[in-house]
């Protein structure tokens, strides 16, 4: 091995100057150790020990010897790494591998010797020269995948390959070392405490991600390599490291050639497959890409492609109902996409690092009580910038700093944290007194600018000791005293047990009687924060219900924030509000109280103000995880799940495997799950959900394992996997009755009517809904009660009872109106407008339509607007307005592709296919679906089979487009699509007439005519009327009054012409009537035409020719 690398820094006082920690004795140069290597000289530190080239007295041969450190040798779990190292690297034979020789013991010290290597490693080769001649780094990048071949197939992966563990020798031969954080593949990047291993600015995105890994990981890391070979720099650079990790999690990187323009087009091409974000379509190996480097070909590359088109669609038979069920998934609302830089905020005046004292549980208790006590008073104040305990906390474990060690490494601290001075504090014993310290630290010097003791007899005289010690800080600062009284030594204990966390609440009503015997605000806090944290929510209720009557008499800002959480708990949000208003603004460091704040605004519907604030809270905290997750559930409950399961997600799912913070990985994972589902990605979203079942069932959390069951059954019923399905909705059944969850019942129920719903049984799903209703009245929550009459509304409209689906609806409206929730009210005007296109009342959808896509844009609703958009485009495809409805589709289907919603995209695209059919544009349809196919559109296939069979009939082919149709209607029937039956089976009685086949089509005709009668949808019963008055059909007069009395009403109905034309027929030739039906189609035809785009008028032209409409010459 060698020197030069970012863990390897060339400095003989290395140990001295580096960490301050190494309580390690530096072996003597000439010194033989393990009686074997004498000393040389000193190569650097590692992250595991000092390294030294030395030589072997018995090989004869120069070697580089790395001591382990003595407090990671003291460690099983890092001694288990260290000797890993050894064995897994002696399974890897090759000249592009440095080889392992031994392990050894010297004292008490541990030592393994490997091949020394004289040269640089490539980490100092780029810095000395920033890029390398692309033939050069396309070498480089061979001899590297040559020695990962060999390792990977020992099934060994290396997890950390980065220019600092790749050795460059005099000779330009390269090797790859370090193989200390290697493992077996399909083993996850995270160490048992929880420490995603490899290097940040190295880690493959499933790596980051804490997935399980396979070699293509050490792909990826030898594609950043190259690219940095090649440019200089990394991919995203700009940002904190964090940034350019979660911007590599989400996004493939920009070419290299838009850093180096003159690079080969082969080493740009072979750079980019090796950094591809999925791993499916990153090169297959390492050998390959010595086969592509040798060959200079990319062979087996898979084109970029549009990545969400795999994923199975959600809902969707007709155009119409498709529709329907796409507005009928959006039970959320959307927020803003945020711009995420890094945090401008003012630097902070103050840390309060943890407090040193025993390791005896009851001493560690009472420091951490005092500190977090002493965190409440900072908070409170409005001139003193502090982080909070938990902030701190969170940022020390990032660092991978336990109390001593950020004792001793202030600058780091301070630095990472943005403050100006830490606050150490420590608890020591006195006999039977106490002995307390604070001592003030700056970036600048190591010693304390200022320190403070203060002795106490005992317990008993502990407050006052605490005061006057407080009193000489505030004086230190400058700030007043005030009036601040220091609870006593056990409710201090009592704090520091809740707030350390070791023990779960298993006794509530012994956990009530300490929190009323103290009656502390932040004690109070930290119990209700451990029951909420666990999705424990009806005991938390019941302790929160204690808690308000307990604070409300208190009156101060910690209690104020206390009592504000146990009203957002009980359920009274809007009460936690205005209690909370006595702190907004007076308070910018209680991060806490205003993470509450937003948590409230969301819970009353006020999701733009929640992100808003939750923005301005991560900018100033980039590592607030509770924010971050917040901002991805917000953001998923508003409907716009695309920045949650991109960038927020990510964020704290980086965070949570940093701080190995276990039920918030589930949570994240549930949350995955349910944004994928609303993004229509099935199988990710599946994934995600049987992730957080297993993580929330390790953790013993039944009502959150329960939760994550119910969405799961919901997402295997939508993917038609109702059996599995109905396996999950009954586990969590049976856990959910266990606890007596009254609104987990109640979602349970509801979801019993999703599952129903998917397999077509529209009756079961309306009772399932309808009791979910019962349940969710019970319990009064009307935002929940709103989404409920929304459920039961849209069972009636599949069912086809429209005027009982807008009774609902108009209901939902209603309820939503009441508690002035516009997120909630766009939804129901969205569902009411499909009632009304149903019925007949297209006025009255228009309005609705229009008055929520303002609504929308007002309120930033990004998948609300498009819902709108695409809503619109049906009904003006419905009026003829078809240059209106081609605009609107086109710019929903560009806001669908920009979400990478496959469900969406099909959805448009089917609708464009219809818009061209209607035109006489069957090479435009063919053109508009023709990429579909029935595996990318899963429950849509029925909708799209009759669409394709329609461009086949359209295009002439009429034998070929009845086996089409009947393959339409079988789809149909499978998937209980029954409205998208029936306009199969109305394509097929045109092919029948087509056929010269009478009695078939008249039979056909009437099952349609008996099938709607219990579906009785204006639009269906106008195409119904132009189908039976093409074919000719025994009751085809009656079927034109009956059209004519609709279009009296419905003037505009784009296919108005047809219907006029065809009924133009029956009259005797030169009649009256004859003449007057078809100046109704040559009106109808003219107003169609003047709605059309001029590049698709002769089409149209064509089409309204060829069944004889009279056209205007002049046209």
């Given amino acids: 091995m060698t020197a030069g690398t970012r863990d390897f820094e060339h400095d003989p006082n290395v140990a001295a100057t580096v960490t301050g920690m190494m309580a390690q004795r530096e072996l003597v140069i000439g010194e033989v150790v393990a009686g074997r290597f004498r000393i040389l000289r000193m190569l650097g530190m590692g992250g595991m020990g000092l390294v030294y080239q030395a030589h072997d007295l018995e090989l004869d041969i120069d070697v580089a010897l790395k001591l382990l450190r003595p407090e990671l040798a003291s460690r099983p779990d890092a001694f288990e790494r260290f000797r890993k190292e050894l064995l897994l690297a002696r399974q890897v034979s090759s000249p592009h591998v440095v080889r392992i020789h031994d392990l050894v013991r010297h004292d008490q010290a541990w030592l393994i010797s490997m091949d020394y290597v004289a040269g640089q490693s490539l980490e100092r080769l780029l810095g000395e020269q920033r890029t390398l001649p692309p033939e050069r780094a396309l070498d480089i990048t061979r001899q590297l995948a040559q020695g990962l071949a060999a390792a990977h197939r020992r099934n060994v992966i290396h997890r950390d390959l980065k220019p600092a563990n790749v050795l460059v020798d005099e000779s330009g031969e390269v090797r790859i070392t370090d193989f200390g954080v290697a493992r077996m593949a399909g083993e996850t990047g995270i160490t048992g405490s929880g420490v995603v291993i490899g290097t940040p600015e190295y880690l493959s995105p499933e790596q980051a991600r804490a997935e399980p890994l396979d070699a293509r990981s050490d792909l990826y890391a030898l594609g950043l390599i190259l690219y940095e070979m090649l440019t200089g720099t990394l991919p995203f650079r ?19 050639d838009t850093i180096n323009p003159a690079l080969p087009p082969f080493a740009v091409r072979l750079c980019a497959w090796l ?10 190996s390492a050998e390959a890409v010595v086969q592509a480097i040798d060959s200079g070909k990319l062979s087996g590359r898979p084109r970029a492609r549009w990545r969400g088109a795999q994923w199975a669609a959600l809902v969707g038979t007709l155009i119409l109902i498709a529709a329907a069920g796409w507005i009928w998934q959006q039970q959320t609302r959307p927020i803003p996409a945020v711009e995420q830089t890094s945090p401008l905020a003012a630097p902070l005046d103050l840390l309060p690092l943890p407090w040193a004292s025993s390791e005896a549980a009851d001493d560690m208790a009472l420091a951490a009580g005092i500190r977090q006590w002493l965190g409440v008073r900072f908070s409170d104040d409005p001139e003193l910038r502090s982080a909070d305990p938990l902030r701190v906390d969170r940022a020390l474990v990032e660092l991978g700093y336990d109390a001593s060690a950020a004792d001793r490494q202030h600058q780091r601290v301070l630095e990472t944290m943005q403050a100006r001075q830490a606050l150490e504090g420590e608890l020591r014993r006195d006999g039977n007194g106490w002995v307390l310290k604070l001592r003030l630290v700056n970036a600048e010097s190591a010693t304390p600018q200022w320190s403070a003791e203060q002795r106490a007899a005992g317990d008993s005289a502990l407050p006052a000791a605490l005061t006057a010690l ?30 350390l966390g070791h023990a779960p609440i298993d006794d509530l009503e012994a956990t009530r009687a300490e929190a009323l015997r103290f009656h502390g605000p932040e004690l109070w806090w930290q119990l209700l924060r451990r029951l909420d944290r666990s999705g424990r929510s ?30 957002l708990l009980i359920g009274d949000a809007q009460a ?10 007076k308070a910018p460091s209680d991060h806490p109280a205003r993470l509450l704040q ?23 905290d980039p590592r607030n995880i509770d924010a971050w997750y917040s901002l991805g559930k917000f953001s998923i409950q508003a409907g716009d799940a695309k920045p949650a399961v991109d960038e927020y997600l990510v964020r704290a799912e980086v965070l949570a495997n940093r701080l190995n913070d276990k039920p918030m990985r589930a949570d994240i994972s549930h949350a995955y799950g349910i944004g994928y589902r609303r993004l229509g990605q099935m199988d990710v979203a599946a994934e995600q959900l049987r992730r957080a079942v297993k993580q929330r069932e390790a953790l013993g959390d039944r009502r959150g394992q329960a939760a994550s069951l119910r969405n799961l059954s919901t997402v295997l019923s939508m993917q038609g996997l109702f059996d599995p399905a109905e ?10 009755e266990a606890l007596g969850d009254s609104r987990a019942l109640a979602d349970l129920a509801n979801a019993r009517g999703a599952l129903d719903e998917e397999r077509g049984n529209y009756r079961g799903a309306l009772d399932a809904y309808r009791d979910s209703l019962r349940l969710r009245q019970s319990l009064g929550e009307e935002r929940a009660i709103g989404e409920s009459l929304n459920n039961v509304g849209y069972a009636y ?16 409206a209603a309820t939503y109106e009441k508690i002035d929730d516009r997120y909630g009210l766009v939804h129901a005007h969205q569902s009411q407008a499909l009632a009304e296109i149903a019925r007949g009342d297209w006025k009255a959808a228009r309005d609705l339509l229009e008055g929520s896509l303002a609504t929308a844009e007002t309120l930033q609703m990004a998948e609300e607007r498009t819902v709108s958009l695409a809503t619109l485009a049906e009904l003006d495809r419905l009026e003829g307005r078809m240059t209106s409805a081609l605009q609107e589709s086109e710019s929903a289907l560009a806001e669908f592709e920009q979400r990478k919603d496959p469900r969406g995209i099909i959805e448009m695209k089917l609708l464009r296919g219809a818009i061209a059919a209607d035109l006489g544009d069957f090479a435009g349809a063919r053109q508009a679906i023709g990429e579909l196919g029935p595996d990318s559109v899963a429950e849509q296939a029925s909708v799209l089979r009759w669409r394709q069979a329609e461009v086949v009939f359209g295009l002439g082919h009429a034998e070929e487009a009845l086996k089409a149709v009947d393959e339409a209607i079988a789809a149909a029937v499978s998937a209980h699509g029954y409205a998208a039956e029936l306009q199969a089976r109305l394509l097929r009685v045109r092919i029948l007439g087509e056929l010269k086949q009478p009695l078939a089509a008249a039979k056909e005709l009437r099952t349609v005519k008996d099938g709607l009668v219990r579906y009785a949808s204006v639009p269906m019963r106008l195409d119904l009327a132009e189908t039976a008055l093409r074919v000719g059909g025994p009751n085809a007069a009656a079927d034109y009054q009956q059209a004519r009395n609709l279009l009296a009403r419905l003037p505009s109905y784009g296919r108005a012409f047809a219907i006029h034309q065809y009924g133009s027929r029956l009259a005797a030739p030169g009649s009256a009537a004859q003449v007057q039906a078809r100046e109704l189609a040559r009106k109808a035809f003219d107003e169609l035409l003047a709605n059309t785009p001029p590049l698709r008028q002769q089409t149209l032209r064509e089409h309204a020719g060829a069944i004889g409409v009279a056209l205007d010459p002049a046209q």
């Fill in 238 to 256: 700009g940002g904190t490291p964090a940034e350019m990790l979660v911007q590599r999690i989400v996004r493939d990187p920009p070419p290299a």
């Fill in 275 to 284: 950094l591809e974000l999925r791993v499916a379509r990153r090169i297959p």
């Fill in 470 to 499: 407080i009193g000489k800080l505030d004086s230190q600062l400058g700030r007043p005293s005030g009036a601040f009284d220091w609870p006593s030594a056990d409710e201090l204990r009592a704090l520091g047990t809740a707030t």
């Fill in 538 to 567: 009806a005991e938390a209720a019941d302790l929160a219900a204690s808690a308000a009557e307990d604070l409300k008499p208190l009156g101060t800002p910690a209690a104020r924030r206390s009592l504000a959480y146990a009203e």
């Fill in 576 to 585: 936690a509000l205005t209690t909370l208003a006595a702190l907004t603004g």
């Fill in 598 to 620: 937003a948590r409230c605004e969301a819970e009353l519907g006020n999701y733009d103000v929640a992100i808003r604030q939750l923005r301005t809270l991560v900018a100033e």
């Fill in 727 to 736: 396996e999950a909705l009954d586990q969590a059944r049976s856990i959910t």
């Fill in 797 to 812: 409209y599949q069912l086809g009872e429209f005027d009982n689906a807008q009774t609902y609806w108009q209901q939902s």
